[in-house]
């Protein structure tokens, strides 16, 4: 019976993780949020709570906050502008505010109405389920940045790969639950990125810089790897049954 609870809390939070992703993104979008702002914030939430949040909830809440007593969709949209709010205040000089989140909060989250105070507690909630560990330096948009801006520097064609479309794929992969798990190794998935971006936005007939072994030189990783990554994330993102 145990294992069964278990098996069925795991099968519900899928639909959730993806609501609450995309809620994420188009609240960040909202909010007009850097990209580092955004991507520190994913990278807390779905990297970091949602699978601290699944345990908790089979170790049966020990934080005992009523904000992780049932996970519904409002709760979960909380917790992702809370990933927001903490993001902001690490990266911004003038952090978004709290009225802000919770304007947005009044306007998108349909099941709820939060108060600040509920905002706050959720910040607290948010910090204990992480163990009040935030650092974000390990973010795999960091390291799409640096390669991006180093692959312009010495590749012509560089000016033809798209750093939007790097970001688009990146969403993309967020919001898919097997694809999240990439990002569990986030510098190799970078330069994997880049070169799905390459090979989207770069004409085929323009394909003369040796994108493969330049990627190997700058991270040393094995080019087949980087090609059995690029291969996964491309099926994801032409993916018709996403």
Known sequence: MEVSRQT????????????????????SHQLRASPIVKYSALSLFAD???PSLTTLIKMRNKIGSWLLRSMEESNLQLFSLISI???????????????????????FIKDQHFTIRDFVEAEVVF????????????????????FFIQFKGVAKVGGLVSFEACMDVMDLLYEKEE?????????S?????????????VPKQQWEFPVLPWVKFVTSYKE???????KDILTHVFDPHS
């Not at 910090?127 to 640096?146: D, K």
């Not at 998935?189 to 936005?201: E, F, H, K, N, R």
Request: proline fraction near 2%; glycine fraction near 2%.
């Open 8 to 27: 069925d809390s795991s099968n519900e939070m899928k639909p959730l993780r993806k609501k609450s992703v995309e809620f994420l993104i188009r609240s």
């Open 48 to 50: 970091r709570f949602l």
């Open 85 to 107: 709010w903490i993001s902001s205040k690490i990266h911004d000089s003038r952090a978004l505010s709290v009225k802000c989140l919770k304007s947005l909060g009044d306007e």
């Open 127 to 146: 910090l204990q389920v992480l163990n009040f560990e935030i650092g974000i330096s390990n973010v795999a948009f960091i390291f799409l940045e640096e």
């Open 179 to 187: 694809t999240s798990l990439l990002f569990s190794a986030p510098r």
């Open 189 to 201: 998935l970078a330069a994997s990125i880049l070169v799905a971006s390459y090979v989207v936005t």
């Open 224 to 230: 087949e790897d980087i090609v059995e990554k690029v």
